[in-house]
């Protein structure tokens, strides 16, 4: 077997605790006992991280090396945190750029955890009217189709889905209010990568598969094929132009605190800097040339605040989302559900351990889908976190049947807008269920926690004039569905699937987790967390382990395809467990381990201080403690 471990034969996941009759003499193994060692025998490729003073899990090996710089060299998790969503920024623009959304949740060492919603709002030309009646883009509406998407009235590419940039805003008020360092120290690991930086093999493949749409573009050809040329990986890639927009940023800062300001004041000079003078102006005046709707006076009223998290509470275990602007309480939903059932019983990955899961986040997509939207446009119901909501919902679960419905709760009178019942459907292609995304989480021995989700400016995008900052594209989450929660209107957030995740146990910190995947979010961080929280995997083992994925949803991109009943199932899982779940009416299907869209990582802190870290090998993540 060489490096590789398998995982039934690791006695420090823990795992055997629940299947101690194994290991008991010659006595001979029931099916029950046979069944799960076969599901356990699977390879681990990567050892867990351990450290002490801090352990950090992100989307790449440079993102990964900035944090813990940072963290070596005095700063708290919160500096760490904003040095790698910009460092990310620079160097995983495939899945993540400057003008993109980094939701964060935030643990401080006073025990309280806070929510940054770092995601933009629609422009204030950005209406349903518009959308209805506007002409489609022949150009990008081919490109949507070479890469196995369709776009619905908002399109997909361009500059018309352009949102205000929520990511820097989302870093400058963390650092302002939980950090410890400038702007300046935290920013110079990004201008530095910007300035020029080795390409990784994913990078350079995501600019050859965008080479026809960036030839539309000649701002965006200029910065990713310069002279007409891909960059090859181990080539030295060069964002000039983002660059020194970064150190503008940082000179704005130094010229706050030569003229006195604190280091809060200096950082609200670079926020000002950014919102409401030259880079604000330049992105809007570009995209108005282009037909786009982002203008000045966006950018200008938009502000981010920090605000109070969603929470529930499983078996003793915290567990915390960002608000109804994004798909987290779908993981909230379905952990309540399941608190119904003695999971550890059911036995970990077993075909009726996979159903009841399955069958639970159906009924939260369904919720997610008829009833989530930016809280500040629309009434959501209370009731869907309660444990009584759960219960009801929990009696709907057939243990030996498979719903093929969509089934949203009902409030009073207030009747849900599914978008099933509207007549444009379609299969959900593997391509759509999964968006480009990254992960960053930290722990630290003083009780922080830092989980985020960047996301937006993927590629291929567009590059906003000499600016170097690529815009999102996350408009064309929202609906055209009149009289839907999440309806495009001018100043409203999209409901997003970006999704950090912390837990808390009895109020101690716990674990800090996030992945890639778009609509599989939800799905995967809920195996993540049940396979640590219930089976006691260390976090590499739960983010490598076999994960499932139901399509049984509506997608949150493009025309928001629906796949009713669909279940992936990864191809390290035994033919039994197909086998069996296709005897409940799954509509089972076979995918390879390393398409499965997500790509989590994690931290968890033990009881005895020890913070562990492990990070998808699948998808190339990088773990690292200190």
Known sequence: MGRKRHIALVAALGLLATCAAFGQGRRQLSDKQRRQREILRWELFRPVVRGQHAAVSAGTPAVTQVTMRVLQSGGNAVDAGVAALLAGAVTEFSHFGFGGEAPLLIRTPDGRVHSIAGVGRAPALMTLEFFLNREKDPELELEAVQREHKTGHIPSYGTLPALVPGMVDAALLALQRFGTLPFGEVAEPA???????????MRSRSIAEASSFLRLFPTSLAVYAPDGRRPRPGDLFRQDDLAATIRSMVRAERAALAAGKSREDAIEAVRDYFYRGPIAREIAEFVKSDGG??????????????????????????????????????????????????????????????????????????????????????????????????????????????????????????????????????????????????????????????????????????????????????????????????????????????TPTLVTHRGEPFMALSTPGGDQQEQALLQVLLAALVFNFNPQAAVEAPRFQSKHLVASFDDHAME????????????????????????????????????PTAVKVLRNGVIEAGADPYAFRYAAGW
């Open 293 to 498: 709707l982002l203008r000045y006076e966006d950018f200008a009223a938009f502000r981010l605040e920090v605000e109070q998290p969603l929470r529930t509470v499983f078996h003793g275990y915290e567990v915390y989302k960002a608000g109804f602007w994004t798909q987290g309480a779908v993981l909230l939903q379905a952990l309540n559900i399941l608190e119904g059932y003695d999971l550890e019983a059911l036995g970990w990955n077993t075909p009726q351990y996979i159903h009841h899961l399955v069958e639970s986040l159906k009924l939260a997509f369904a919720d997610r889908d008829a009833w989530y939207a930016d809280p500040r446009f629309v009434s959501v119901p209370v009731e869907l976190l309660s444990k009584q909501y759960a219960s009801d919902r929990r009696a709907l679960i057939n243990p030996k049947r498979a719903s093929t419905k969509f089934r949203p709760g009902t409030f009073g009178k207030r009747r849900p807008v599914h978008p099933s019942r509207h007549p444009r459907r379609r299969p959900l292609p593997d391509a759509l269920a999964s968006k480009d995304t990254t992960s960053i989480n930290i722990a630290s021995a003083d009780g922080m926690l830092f989980s985020a989700s960047p996301s937006g400016a993927w590629m291929p995008s567009v590059i906003a004039g000499r600016t170097g900052i690529p815009l999102t594209q996350r408009g064309h989450s929202f609906l055209t569905i009149p009289g839907h929660p999440n309806v495009v209107e001018p100043g409203k957030r999209p409901r997003i699937t970006l």
């Open 191 to 201: 201008a530095s990568l910007a300035q020029q930086h080795p390409i990784d093999n």
């Open 564 to 599: 009713p009943n669909v279940l992936l199932l990864d191809e390290r899982m035994p033919s039994f467990v197909f086998e069996d779940l296709d005897a409940l009416g799954h509509q089972v299907e076979l995918r390879r381990s390393r398409n499965s869209g997500s790509a």
